[in-house]
C-alpha cells in the first residue's frame, strides 16, 4: 500500500513537472511573439495601443514623437560633442524603414558625464518632425544609447535639392525585400551625414514606433542636408508605403534652441 502511495506520488510530480515546463514554453513563445504592426490599415499608428499593452504610451503618453518645432525657447545650448570614425556596417529593409547598422560602435555623443554610442541610423519618408508646420520629404533618425538605456536622437531633416552623395551607397544597396541585409562595401563617417551648422532644436520625447518609449532626448539640426527627388522616390517605391507616424500634441513641453 505505502508502494502504492509513494509511486502515484511521484507520477502526480512527474506530470507537475511536465505541465510547469510546458507551460514555461508557451509563455517564453508567447512572449518573444513579435507583434505586428505597421502605418497603413488595422495596424497603422492610430490603432498601436490596441495591438499590445506594451504599446499604450502610443495612446496615453505624455510626452510623444514627432511633433512640431514651433515657439522654441532661444537658450545658450552647449555644442554637440561629437566624436565619429568611419565604420564598418550593413544595410536592412526591415519591413518598417531602411535601417543602417554597425559590427561596431565608433560613433559617440557625449552629454555631461554621459557617452552616447550611435547604434543605428533610419529614415521616414515623408519627415515625422516639423518646424514651425513645414514637413520635409525626407528624415533621418541617427539613434545613440548609453550603456544604461538612455536614448539621444539626433534628427537631420532632407529638402529637396542634388543627390546625397554621403547617402549613395546606402540606396545602392537598399534591399528591396523584407528583412534582407547587405553588407556595406565602404566605411560609414556619420560626420559627414550631418550638416556643417550644428545648430539644434532640443526637447524630451519619445521613439516614434512600438513601444513609443519615452525619457528620449531630441537634437534636430535646424539646417537641413539636400537630397534628390528621385532618392526619395527609390525608398518609398522600396518600402511600398509612407513610414511617418502623424504629429503628437506637445503638452506643454519645452522646445529650446
Known sequence: ?????????????????????????????TASKEVKWGYTGSTGP????????DYELSRDGKEQSPINITNAEDVDLPELDLNSKPSEASVENNGHTIEVSFKKSNNTLTIGDA????????FHAPSENEIDGKTYPLEGHFVYKTD???ITV???????????????????NMPKSVDKEKELPDTVSVDKLY??????YNFEGSLT??????GVNW????????????????????????????????????IKE
Open 1 to 29: 500500500m505505502k508502494k502504492r502511495v509513494i509511486y502515484f506520488t511521484v507520477f502526480l510530480v512527474l506530470i507537475a513537472c511536465g505541465l510547469a515546463v510546458f507551460v514555461g514554453i508557451q509563455s517564453k513563445s
Open 46 to 53: 492610430e490603432h498601436w495601443a490596441e495591438l499590445s499593452e
Open 219 to 254: 537634437i534636430v539640426f535646424k539646417n537641413q542636408e539636400t537630397i534628390s527627388k528621385e532618392q526619395v522616390e527609390k525608398f518609398s517605391k522600396t518600402l511600398g508605403f509612407d513610414n511617418n507616424r502623424p504629429i503628437q500634441d506637445t503638452n506643454g513641453r519645452e
Open 209 to 214: 514606433t512600438p513601444p513609443c518609449t519615452e
Open 148 to 150: 544604461d538605456g538612455k
Open 154 to 172: 539626433i534628427s537631420v531633416l532632407y529638402q529637396y535639392g542634388e543627390e546625397n552623395q554621403e547617402l549613395k551607397q546606402v540606396w545602392d
Open 195 to 200: 550638416p556643417e551648422n550644428k545648430d539644434y
Open 115 to 122: 557617452v552616447y554610442k550611435l547604434e543605428q541610423f533610419h
